[in-house]
């Protein structure tokens, strides 16, 4: 048997004139197994952080978080309604914190991406500096059906020596 392969028995009844007859297939079916992730490069990893802030930032202008509920992994999803949300990220929506400069400012990591590959996780830590405010971010991805898939989000507005109030989802273990 090739490596990587399960083997599965089915029985299954054959009707014949004399009587029933029971057969028995042999079928090789390959085991699910997590598919390697790659470290995406550098203009997905800018494109990611990009389309995550920028949703945030339409949840925040119009007080609608579905799409960024349903742009997340499965256990986001679920962990997350809509309107939690709404409470989670209120305090940033109260301070009306604008988000649409991430549109054409670079990001700037602070750490080295980090790449999970028994969990098929991608973790992102940086900021966009601004003034008068810099937007920190953190936000982790997983691989889901090949695509990096938000995961868990906090975004900061701070100054540049010093992080403000946070508003943060992520799935709860």
Known sequence: ??????????????????GPAVAQNVVEV???????VAMPGAEKIVLLVRISLITLDDALRTGN????????????REANSAARLSRIFSDLA???VDLASVA??????????????????????????GRPVQINFDLLYQ???????????????????????????????
């Open 1 to 18: 048997m090739k490596q990587g392969l399960s083997l599965v028995l089915g029985a299954g009844l054959l009707l014949s004139p004399v």
């Open 65 to 76: 978080y579905t799409v960024l509920r349903d742009m997340g992994a499965p256990a986001f």
């Open 94 to 96: 109260a301070k009306n």
């Open 104 to 129: 054409v400012i670079a990001p700037q990591l602070s750490e080295k991406p980090g790449l999970d590959q028994e969990k098929g996780m991608l973790h992102l830590k940086g900021y966009f500096p």
């Open 143 to 173: 691989a889901v059906a090949g695509r990096w898939r938000l995961f868990g989000i906090s975004v900061q507005p701070g100054t540049l020596t010093s992080p403000g109030v946070a508003g943060s989802a992520a799935v709860k273990k």
């Open 30 to 36: 390959p085991i699910a197994r997590q598919p390697q």
